[in-house]
């Protein structure tokens, strides 16, 4: 099912990415996933779908649970088409660690928080993706929501 916004298909189904694409990874981390059967960014998100579950992978992964919840929440993130892992650190970094708290972010505060992020740590604003991107993410926030 799609969603018409401003004469556009917003795509309605959460995306999935190799669990090698999530950012901030190790090398380790991710064969430790991957030995845990966990291949996609989906499947951790199934295995770590509630605070039980995660503390039953991070014992299962020798791992301490912030960093099963830190890659959670990026790969909530990364369910929205528009964010995917390109962005879902950037959101995380600018305080956004859910869909949900997306679509409830104001945009304007949003963009500059995410602006001010880019040029403390790249010095660069042109990586900075564009408000009307970040309004696109808001809206297939709302419809993942």
């Known amino acids: 099912m799609s969603k018409i916004n401003w004469g556009i298909f917003v795509k309605t189904t959460s995306a999935d990415w190799s669990i090698d694409q999530l950012p ?22 199934q295995q770590g779908k509630t605070p039980e ?24 993130l990364a369910r929205i088409p528009g964010v995917g892992c390109q962005y879902c650190g950037l959101l995380l970094h600018a305080g956004v660690a859910s ?21 403390a740590t790249l010095q ?10 970040v309004e696109q993410w808001s809206q297939q926030a709302r419809v993942l929501s």
């Open 24 to 45: 901030g990874l190790s090398t380790d981390d991710h064969s430790r996933l991957i030995t845990c059967g966990i291949h996609t960014t989906l499947q951790l998100l």
């Open 53 to 76: 579950k995660r503390g039953i992978l991070a014992s299962q992964l020798q791992i301490p649970i912030r960093h099963v919840n830190k890659w959670v929440a990026l790969a909530d």
């Open 99 to 119: 869909p949900t708290q997306l679509a409830r972010t104001p945009l304007d505060r949003l963009h500059r928080q995410m602006l001010k992020l880019q040029v």
């Open 124 to 133: 660069r604003r042109d990586l900075c993706p564009a408000i009307g991107e």
